[in-house]
């Protein structure tokens, strides 16, 4: 059997607590979902599935390359809603970490094919309303229907602006002091068109990329920690000022703003790294 399922119980302490899932088998990983448990409910139960031949290995090679779309032949249909479950045109629709997308008709009606088995994430994206992401169960040979809802963003009336105070004011007092580093935007990042926030250092000198999903280490061969016995040292992941985070904890396209410092440059003295620092903010507002 290529597909198997697995019953996750999880329990929150906090409120609205969230935690990142992803099923690991016979060497296989499936896509990262996350979950949010209620705080009036406190536990939550999910269901996950796992299909060996559509997915990734654990151990991806450690190359510049990023990992190549998955593919099978399972679809999903469904209908986006907005306001007052209204349908929603000219929504975006695709599904992580596999090829090609939709947009959705007058009545906000999309298709996808050729997609992996397994639990996998939709991910609908529409100007004026939220990012939505949702989890949908997939199977070879067969269709499933799932609809997705999308929250409108509040607007408010017309204002004049006079001034305005950066909402990542440590980013960009660091970008005007100090001429090492790189330091990408909302904008930069979305040019690149990333399935994962490890996928933004495949290709950038200094760094090597090992792994995959929440498994994968962004680092590089200098310093003196190890990883798995080899020379790899990994890089300080500093997410909205936690150190020593997991780069895919963060969904690239939730990342606010990001700087970047390679092994021997300079980074602020409180994150300071001799394998390189990288400080993510994710979006406010």
């Avoid at 090829?99 to 991910?123: H, K, N």
């Avoid at 061969?221 to 904890?249: K, T």
Wanted: charged letters at 20%.
């Amino acid at each position: 059997m290529s597909e198997q399922g697995w019953r996750a119980f999880l329990a929150a302490d906090g409120i609205d607590d969230w935690v990142v899932l992803q099923v690991q088998h016979g060497g296989r990983a499936g896509s990262d979902v996350r979950v949010s448990v209620p705080d009036s409910a406190g536990v939550a139960v999910r269901q996950l599935s796992l299909s060996l031949t559509a997915s990734r290995p654990l151990a991806a090679p450690a190359d510049s390359a990023a990992p190549a779309p998955l593919t099978g032949n399972a679809s999903v249909t469904g209908v986006v809603r907005g306001i007052g479950g209204l349908p929603l045109a000219d929504a975006q629709v695709r599904l992580l970490g596999a090829p090609g997308s939709a947009v959705t008709d007058a009545r906000g009606r999309f298709s996808l094919g050729d997609l992996p088995s397994g639990t996998q994430v939709l991910e609908v994206r529409r100007i004026g309303y939220l990012l939505a992401q949702q989890s949908v169960e997939l199977r070879g040979g067969r269709s499933v229907v799932q609809d997705v809802p999308m929250r409108r963003i509040v607007t408010l009336d017309s204002v004049r602006v006079l001034a305005q105070r950066s909402r990542y004011r440590e980013f960009e007092f660091n970008r005007r002091a100090n001429r090492f580093g790189k330091f990408f935007t909302i904008d930069s990042i979305e040019k690149r068109q990333p399935l994962f926030a490890s996928d933004l250092f495949r290709a950038m000198p200094g760094f090597r990329v090992t792994g995959f999903g929440l498994n994968a280490t962004v680092g590089n061969s200098r310093g003196v920690s190890s990883i798995g016995g080899s020379s790899m040292c990994a890089a300080n992941v500093v997410i909205d000022g936690i150190e020593h985070q997991e780069i895919n904890l963060i969904n690239p396209y939730d990342i606010g703003a990001m700087e970047i410092y390679r092994p021997g440059e300079p980074a602020p003295a409180q994150y300071r790294s001799s394998c390189g620092v990288i400080v993510i903010w994710s979006r406010r507002g």
